[in-house]
């Protein structure tokens, strides 16, 4: 079995019950491929490594990817339908933390809650140097969600209690849902002061936040991305907060992790996190839980407990 670098817990956890090789500590991966293709049957997966058609190609004795994530799009799972590979991930059980860090971010960047934290440590406080006045209230924001699946579901229930009113795009409206469904991005931008992303990343979510919408979105727009980088592009979203054009963002994603644009280090409007939405002790623990549970499933040939192929 192969992995990325993953948290210890879930580390210890497969060492215990398998044969793990770290495919990110291999010094020559080619050559590891090559001499392990015949023994590894499972591969670990995350939001930053999964299983390609390159790697699958170089598995022939793959039987499953089991990913240490909700998201899929670093698996190839057209092709994995295609060879019987199956497929697991770790929805659920991260929900309500990706929800509460994106309300965080709300709140982070509307009431500045960093460059207030800044502010203090700095010693500006202290000195009696004024702070600026720039802060903004979060409480009944409309607030636009991208994609109302699970977890977009959670953010629009929390942003309820603080009287935002709800509004989403999706590819269709969902039955029985109450809030308002704009049949297209720009619409939604255009009517909302908080945009967040909590769509699955598809060739068809790339770049859905682009110039157009983030000009719709508008200079006292916020957009919130607790999606994947590349749902957003990125020069664009950078150039519209460098100029103003754009109110501000709060982010857990980049396009190339960890490398973030550093034109936005300097703006007090933008926070920046290390892709930490579903970072927290008990969702990883759990998170990890799933993973060896769906791998044990397998190999003992009983139902998966999170099967996507
Ligand atoms: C994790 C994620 O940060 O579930 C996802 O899709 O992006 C995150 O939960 C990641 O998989 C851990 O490496």
Redo the contacts with the bound molecule.
């Keep these: 079995m192969t992995c990325?670098p993953?948290?210890p817990y879930l580390v210890e956890a497969l060492e215990k019950r398998f044969t793990l090789h770290k495919l990110d500590s291999v010094p020559d991966k080619a050559q590891f491929l090559s001499s392990h293709r015949d023994s590894i049957r499972a591969v670990v997966g995350?939001?930053?490594a999964g299983a390609d058609a390159e790697l699958i190609d170089q598995l022939p004795k793959l039987e499953i990817v089991s990913?240490?994530?909700?998201?899929?799009d670093k698996i190839d799972l057209a092709k994995c339908k295609e060879k019987g590979i199956r497929v697991t991930?770790?929805p659920d059980v991260?929900t309500d933390d990706?929800a509460d860090l994106a309300l965080g971010l709300m709140l982070a960047v509307l009431r500045r809650l960093c460059e207030s934290d800044r502010y203090v440590r700095s010693g500006l406080w202290k000195k009696g140097v004024g702070f600026n006045l720039f802060l903004l209230q979060f409480s009944g924001k409309t607030v636009g969600i991208i994609g109302l699946g699970r977890i977009g579901m959670a953010i629009a229930q929390r942003a309820e209690a603080f009287s935002c009113p709800i509004s989403y795009f999706s590819r269709s409206q969902k039955p029985g849902i109450n809030y308002k469904y704009h049949p297209s991005v720009v619409d939604l931008a255009a009517n909302c002061d908080i945009l967040v992303v909590a769509c699955a990343l598809t060739p068809e979510t790339r770049h859905i936040i682009n110039r157009e919408v983030i000009d719709a979105l508008g200079p006292k727009g916020v957009l919130i991305n607790i999606g994947?980088g590349p749902h957003v592009d990125e020069a664009e979203l950078v150039s519209a907060l460098v100029e103003g054009r754009l109110g501000g963002a709060g982010l857990d994603?980049f396009q190339d992790e960890p490398n973030v644009p550093e034109e936005l280090f300097k703006l007090e409007n933008v926070v920046l996190l290390p892709?930490?939405?579903?970072?927290t002790v008990e969702?990883?623990q759990a998170?990890a839980d799933l993973v060896v549970g769906n791998l044990e499933a397998h190999f003992l040939n009983k139902p998966l407990l999170t099967p996507v192929v």
């Design positions: 990325p993953v948290h995350n939001a930053a990913s240490y994530s909700v998201g899929l991930n770790t991260l990706v994947r994603v892709h930490v939405g579903s970072g969702t990883r998170m």
